[in-house]
């Protein structure tokens, strides 16, 4: 036994080891396509405009020290080893670290929060609060009570989004346009411009179209375009250095950043924005996180994709120090260093590494805008989940295609790299500056270490970025406007969407219906029950939702057993599916009426609808089974109310019931395929069907009441579902301000008509569902 164990331990390791190679092969088609094209375009912009060669080295030294320091210390060691270690279960990004900091401090942005939230595996995972009389203490306090704090940090994480967003707008198009700008050495000079736009837009075009595919298989079919890149620069760049000059190693010394802002003064610090583009795509090592692991993506940087960027600048600095007379700018770019006799193989393995890189970004954008929706902060967009193994690689069609377009926009509105290196550089030092800030906050909040810690980290990384920053935003009119124009943009349309969803729910809340109400209503409104369960959705965690009043009203008849469904968004990666539903049941055992939480995280595939049928009556079973039928007043203990200003006489006492795997096994309920010989079959078949039989065994440990009301509620499920969904137009009551009716009555009603229904919505079938429309006056 002990050999086989230690078999099976090895096995294990083996195949961990396995994937975590795997997944840094696919790491380098994705994550660092952008980071390793960089070296087309970083030289060229620098010395475009503000700075000139001059007969000495200490330009070209100065700014192969910079790109040296500035890669070592913002990829390498501020993300690879610090920022990477602030996950959120998994997952990274702008959002993710709010998200970590909404758990920790308890200023979490959506409106349907529960007590039951916090006892989920994945939300209290290394939370603990900071000692008492500690500063960390006290900006939590201050962070929870203050309500001017809370909105700062949102729209500091709303604006790191908004950014992402722009970069993914930025980014494949500057990379592109960079690569096809080779075509120029081997074409006539007046005719080379109106050759680049129309071959980057196909580029562009195509690179959009293959995003559907999903990024595990772009991932393994991009991955060696780039290791291709990555030993072709490193290549070319070890040979320009022996060529041309063997001395250049001695620029890696930090004295020659002095000489370079010392000589060059303003036309140096101008410069820096052009230096700080060969760190575009170090953002993407966290946002893509969760498609990958922490350790795949830090062996992909530090054994490969680092030491051959290294050696790609410092080739390409070696041959323009030993070449002062440039006849062009545009020669002074990446292809005039590539010997003559490659340089056509080596355009091909640029574009193509290209379209690598604008990939990372494109990912993280998806994965950014999918957090921003799942948390009530961007209308609501087609998931499609691309992986069945790995649960954060995911495709948005409706971005996908607006991407597209504002891409091949500012492509051929541009038509250089200059304006378009202007405009992406802004935009990531601002991510980068917002990340800082947000780290500096999870440093004392959530990992708990001294504050000095975390004013050395802002200290130091916040001044280097600020640097880069104000040389970026200096450039504003050159180009740097647009990343500006597209952050407003869309944090008016996620401000906008946040404000309206936040009021819809408070209107729901302050009109609910009381608990009595419903339970008092049949002998007055001469209510009917017909047969069937009767599902309604709605947005509350207790209450009856006024819409449900509004139906019973005109409509005076419900089903057998009513369920009233809420299915909400937590903030954490992923909810186990023994933790998903929260049961409830609302009145006394004979009305036959149930609250059900189903609760997702943001990165949570939502189940299909029959699927999520038969998980959910067996939930509701395995409640029943295991003591719900008893009527309470009170709350269990480890049962989880709703809303605490819930002022509903009937309390609700509701329980963590696992998903259908689970329940079906230990409620006695057991579902059947459609034919199958339940007498005959001893064990529970789990079957993604239509049509499922339930069945409920004898049991000596089921009282006559418990079994009773099974078997009510299974009869209701074999007599079908109908679905109950609520239709809510949303209006600015009579004399709100001129500014809250353009931003309700326009503004989110345009945008709530032109989004995604809700997922359940989606998912329902059409035959069996019925929306009650309702006019909200917020």
């Known amino acids: 036994m002990e050999i086989e164990s230690g078999v099976n331990h090895n096995q294990i390791k083996k195949d961990s080891w396995k994937t975590v190679f795997t997944l840094a092969y696919q790491s380098l088609g994705v994550v660092y396509g952008d980071l390793s094209t960089s070296p087309l375009y970083v030289f060229k912009n620098t010395f475009a405009e503000d700075i000139e060669h001059s007969e000495t080295n200490e330009e070209i030294f100065g700014v192969l020290s910079f790109i040296f320091w500035t890669l070592t210390l913002i990829p390498l060691l501020k ?15 702008t959002f993710a670290l709010y998200s970590l900091l909404c758990r920790h401090a308890k200023v979490n942005s959506l409106p349907s929060f529960q007590s039951a939230d916090e006892d989920l595996s994945s939300y209290k995972k290394d939370i603990r609060s900071p000692a008492p009389s500690t500063f960390g203490a006290r900006l939590k306090s201050s962070l929870e009570k203050y309500r001017v704090l809370q909105r700062f940090l949102l729209v500091l994480a709303l604006l790191g989004a908004c950014m992402v967003i722009g970069d993914g707008i930025l980014t494949p198009a500057i990379s592109v346009f960079s690569a096809v700008s080779g075509v120029e050495l081997a074409t006539a000079k007046e005719h080379h411009k109106y050759i680049e736009v129309p071959v980057a837009c196909m580029v562009l075009i195509g690179l959009f179209a293959l995003q559907h595919y999903g990024t595990h298989r772009v991932g393994f079919l991009f991955a060696p375009v780039v290791i291709t890149w990555l030993f072709c620069i490193s290549a070319i760049g070890i040979y320009n250095i022996f060529h041309w000059n063997p001395h250049v190693y001695q620029a890696l010394s ?13 036309g140096g610090w101008m410069s820096l924005g052009g230096i700080l583009l060969c760190i575009t795509g170090s953002e993407a090592m966290f946002a893509d996180l969760g498609h990958f692991s922490q350790l795949s993506i830090q062996i992909a940087f530090t054994s490969i994709v680092y030491p051959s960027l290294i050696l790609a600048y410092m080739g390409q600095a070696a041959y323009l120090s030993q070449h002062h007379v440039i006849e062009d700018d545009y020669r002074i770019g990446f292809y005039v260093s590539v010997p003559e006799k490659l340089r056509w193989p080596v355009l091909v393995i640029a574009i193509m590494a290209a379209v690598v890189g604008s990939q990372a970004i494109i990912t993280g954008t998806f994965s950014i805008i999918n957090q921003c929706s799942a948390l009530g902060c961007f209308p609501r967009v087609k998931i499609v989940h691309t992986s069945s193994k790995i649960h954060g690689q995911i495709y948005i069609p409706e971005i996908n295609w607006i991407l597209m377009l504002l891409c091949l926009a500012v492509t051929i509105g541009f038509r250089d790299t200059k304006r378009l290196g202007n405009a992406s550089g802004l935009a990531v030092i601002t991510v980068m500056l917002v990340t800082t800030c947000l780290m500096s906050l999870v440093i004392v909040l959530c990992w708990h270490k001294n504050v000095l810690l975390a004013i050395s980290f802002v200290l130091f990384f916040g001044s280097l970025e600020a640097l880069y920053f104000s040389a970026s935003l200096i450039k504003f009119l050159e180009g740097a406007w647009v990343p500006v124009a597209l952050s407003l943009f869309f944090m008016a349309v996620m401000s906008v969407w946040h404000y309206g969803t936040l009021k819809k729910y408070e209107f729901d809340v302050q009109n609910k219906v009381p608990v009595d109400w419903l339970l008092g209503a049949g002998p007055t409104l001469g209510l009917v029950r017909v047969r069937g369960i009767g599902l309604i959705h709605t947005e509350l965690v207790s209450g009856i939702p006024a819409i449900f009043s509004h139906f019973v009203a005109n409509l005076p008849a419900f089903h057998q057993v009513l369920v009233f469904l809420c299915v909400k968004s937590v903030p954490i990666p992923h909810v186990r599916n023994e933790e998903r539903f929260l049961v409830g049941r609302i009145g006394p055992r004979a009305h036959r009426i149930y609250r059900c939480v189903v609760r997702y995280g943001y990165r949570d595939n939502h189940k299909d609808d029959f699927e999520f049928e038969d998980e959910l009556v067996c939930s509701i079973a395995e409640y029943i089974r295991t003591g719900g039928g008893e009527e309470e007043t009170g709350s269990r203990n480890g049962a989880a109310g709703g ?18 795997t689970s329940a079906s096994n230990s409620s006695g309920v057991r579902l ?24 409920i065994p004898e049991s000596p440990r089921m009282d006559r009441s418990t079994r009773e009301e099974l078997r009510e509620v299974m009869e209701a499920r074999e007599c079908g579902m109908a679905y109950i969904l609520g239709h809510s137009y949303v209006r600015a009551k009579g004399g709100s301000s001129f500014i809250k009716k353009v931003v309700v009555n326009f503004g989110y009603d345009f945008l709530r008509r032109n989004c995604r229904d809700p997922t359940y919505a989606l998912g329902s079938p059409h035959a069996s569902t019925l929306e009650v429309g309702m006019v909200y006056h917020v």
């Open 79 to 93: 993300y690879v080893f610090i920022v990477l270690r602030a996950d959120d279960n998994g997952e990274g990004g």
């Open 254 to 266: 930090p004295y020659y950043m002095y000489k370079f802002l010392k000589k060059t003064q303003r």
């Open 643 to 660: 809303d605490e200003d819930d002022d509903d006489n009937h309390k609700e006492d509701m329980v963590v019931v696992g998903s259908a």
């Open 672 to 695: 059947y395929e459609e034919g199958d010989d339940a007498a005959g079959t001893s064990s529970a078949v789990i079957k993604t069907r239509k049509k499922v039989r339930f069945v």
